[in-house]
């Protein structure tokens, strides 16, 4: 069934909390799987699923800080996961499905924001590569136990995705970076991404969620110059926030955590989400709301095709077949 793009009235909004999201949910004997859970909103996920009875499962590529950051919360594991390479993806992959444990919440969290033109892999683009290609990966390699898990996948995207859709004659930005758009281009295939993989995923149960947290300080900003937030009206001289926006991190973690958990969300899934709920179709001059280029189902099925050639994964070759 097609979920409608448009508000569920789930009795959230842009200030709720992750603990708000989560009153009164139960996770015990749940396993979650957290990418970039030890930093930003990823911490914030990490803690709240925790603390609700979830198993949740941190990769990281700096294994020592990750163990630091949740070495004081029950109930977490770390790993080794570097998104940019395929093989470490595999590597984390085949570690877990080992365990022969179900995947019953997977949150595509971590990610890389305007950074300086970075090549990885075979010369692929760094945003795309981490945001999107190796999340891509990561769900396919894992796709047996999220299947067994029945559950949910949420990709975390941003209201950037406005910025682009894929750029089909260019996507790795061979022909000339921007940072900005080559992000904006990963957080559009962020939501594509969760479009197609409900289309092939509902079969087994799986529901997939797109979400935009909202501007939050996190060390997302870190490729950012301080001048250039200052003079964004993000913050001030000193660094604090000066944007009444801007939502605290807990706030920031509360959409992908109420799109991995919430009731009201049963049988629903290939929307994007905003301010803990399914947002709106985004309107010319009006804040927030997804563009149409990011739910389109023929461009999700293109962008499928393109990181399952690109990777050499696809879970879902024989289905699509």
């Known amino acids: 069934m097609t979920t409608p793009q ?15 999201v989560l009153s009164g949910i139960d996770l015990s004997g749940r396993t979650a799987i957290v990418t970039g859970g030890y930093s930003g909103l990823g911490l914030e996920a990490t803690r709240a699923l ?42 984390f992959a085949e570690r877990f499905l080992a365990s022969g444990r179900a995947v019953e919440i997977m949150i595509n969290n971590a990610g890389i924001m305007a950074c300086p033109e970075t090549r990885v892999g075979p010369g692929w683009e760094a945003q795309f590569a981490t945001n999107h290609l190796g999340h891509f990966a990561l769900v396919n390699r894992l796709w047996p136990a999220i ?46 991404f969760a479009v197609q993989l409900d289309v092939l995923g509902r079969g087994a149960g799986v529901r997939a969620f797109a979400v935009h947290p909202g501007s939050i300080l996190t060390p997302l900003q870190r490729h950012l110059a301080k001048a250039d937030m200052v003079g964004a009206g993000w913050i001030d001289e000193a660094g604090n926030p000066t944007d009444p926006t801007f939502k605290t991190p807990g706030q920031g973690a509360a959409t992908q955590v109420w799109a991995a958990v919430s009731p009201r969300l049963v049988g629903m899934g290939g929307v994007y989400c905003e301010d803990c709920d399914v947002a709106e179709p985004a309107v010319e001059g ?13 461009e999700a099925a293109r962008l499928w095709a393109l990181s399952a050639g690109l990777t050499g994964v696809d879970a879902f070759a024989a289905v699509a077949g």
């Open 50 to 91: 925790a603390g609700a009875g979830a198993r949740v499962v941190v990769p990281a590529r700096r294994r020592s800080v990750a163990e630091e950051a949740v070495g004081g919360i029950d109930g977490v594991e770390t790993d080794d996961l570097d998104l940019s390479d395929l093989e470490s993806v595999r590597g």
């Open 147 to 192: 299947a067994r898990g029945g559950g949910r996948v949420v990709a975390v995207s941003s209201g950037a995705h406005g910025i682009t859709g894929v750029r089909w004659d260019d996507v790795q930005f061979e022909r000339g970076y921007d940072r900005w758009q080559a992000y904006g281009q990963a957080k559009a295939a962020n939501v594509l």
């Open 286 to 298: 009006v804040e927030g709301g997804v563009h149409a280029h990011a739910t389109d189902l023929g």
């Open 6 to 20: 448009r508000g569920i009235g789930s009795g959230f909004g842009a200030r709720s909390t992750v603990d708000d």
